[in-house]
């Protein structure tokens, strides 16, 4: 039965799969525009591109950039978001400089950023803003989530703030909803990143 169960879902999603690029394909000839080609025609311009040494360099410098931006975010808010979760005064103090970076509009601080200071350090300012409330809210709920006993354990028998309690029972304890929330904000992350590089090139 979960057999058949799964292979319907396959057929499904096929069929979605196939909707999208039908639905591609007549946009693309009711719009007969250059900017919004046909499917066959977009990925053979992809595949072309991807013979040029110039589409791994850029894929290259854009990944790099991520993951530098990731790395000092993480750090960040892991950190924030580890004092946040064990001590509420914390969290309130933080919280409405997190709602404020939540709400920014992407495209408006792009072109004040570019225009104020290099575009390169432009890029990695933007990716740690709309990575960082990403993964110091996942750490604040993966802290929140852990069972209230084994925190209280934590604080009569040691330091929560200990290396040892840190690494060995408050983010592992944590770990489902801090890598949920790394996941997103490399997602959300590479997407701000290809709009900051679209607008830092036609400026």
Do not use: H
């Amino acid at each position: 039965m979960s057999n058949k169960k799964k292979f319907y879902g396959l057929i499904f999603t096929a069929l979605g799969v196939f909707f999208i690029f039908f639905v591609w394909w007549i946009l693309a000839i009711c719009l007969n525009t250059e900017l919004f080609p046909t499917p066959n025609e977009a990925f053979l311009s992809f595949f072309l591109l991807l013979g040029e040494a110039n589409t791994w360099q850029a894929i290259g410098l854009t990944l790099l950039r991520l993951i530098i931006s990731f790395i000092i975010c993480a750090i960040f808010s892991i950190a924030l978001g580890l004092f946040a979760g064990l001590f509420k005064p914390v969290r309130n103090f933080l919280n409405p400089f997190v709602i404020v970076l939540r709400t920014l509009p992407t495209a408006a601080i792009i072109f004040i950023l570019i225009v104020i200071i290099k575009p390169m350090f432009a890029l990695q300012i933007i990716l740690f803003l709309m990575m960082f409330p990403v993964i110091y809210q996942a750490v604040v709920n993966g802290i929140n989530d852990i069972d209230k006993n084994i925190i209280r354990s934590v604080r009569l028998e040691t330091n929560v703030l200990a290396p040892k309690s840190v690494f060995k029972v408050i983010l592992p304890s944590a770990s489902s909803s801090i890598i949920l929330g790394a996941i997103q904000a490399l997602g959300l992350g590479m997407k701000a990143e290809i709009m900051a590089e679209v607008l830092v090139g036609s400026t």
